[in-house]
């Protein structure tokens, strides 16, 4: 069986709605807006990339996705891998064409049959409706959070308000760095 990862940028408060600055959204951006950058703090990302053998996204974040991280060099890794887009409503021929092998899953059972294929890590960003369902649905195996001092009020948060069991988690990584974010790894205890 195959590892899911959702990787996050969240706050304090539990957003994780628009961190690098998609437009509409009254947070946009916050991730680079309050804190000093530094590097270090982000090195998890390009662990992620060459860990990861295919990525997940939700329409939303794969429509943000699809039109900047073709071309950009810091998700050059991601280009090659196979992308799943887990949506209702996204027709085949809206995919992309230049980054590289996509496919559409209609449902989580889908998710759950890819995850029961050979194959290594599938690596989740972005998609916070997807991250909640997948979540809800006991399909995510571990969790790389990016965890920011900021509490932003409004927005998408990571985890659902659903009435449900509670799940244990195991740290199995963390750090602090200067600028107060912390990064934290969670297994998902079966």
Known sequence: MRTLISSAFVSLDGVVEA????SGYRNAGW????????????AIKGAEQEEATAMLL?????????TV????EDFAGYKAMPKYVVS??????????????????????????????????????GSASLNRALSDAGLIDRYHL?????????????FSASDKDARTLKLVEHEVYAN???KNVFDVVR
């Open 19 to 22: 961190p690098g600055g998609e």
């Open 31 to 42: 991730t680079f807006k309050h804190l000093e950058f530094l590097p270090e703090a982000y």
């Open 58 to 66: 939700g329409r939303v974040s794969y429509e943000a996705f699809s």
């Open 69 to 72: 991280w073709p071309g950009m």
């Open 88 to 125: 209702t409503t996204l027709a085949e021929d809206e995919l992309v064409d230049d980054w590289g092998p996509i496919s559409v899953l209609r449902s989580l059972d889908e998710v759950a049959a890819l995850k029961r294929t050979e194959g290594g890590p599938i690596i989740v960003h």
């Open 146 to 158: 990016l965890v920011f001092p900021l509490l932003l009020g409004a927005g998408k948060r990571l």
């Open 180 to 182: 107060g974010i912390q």
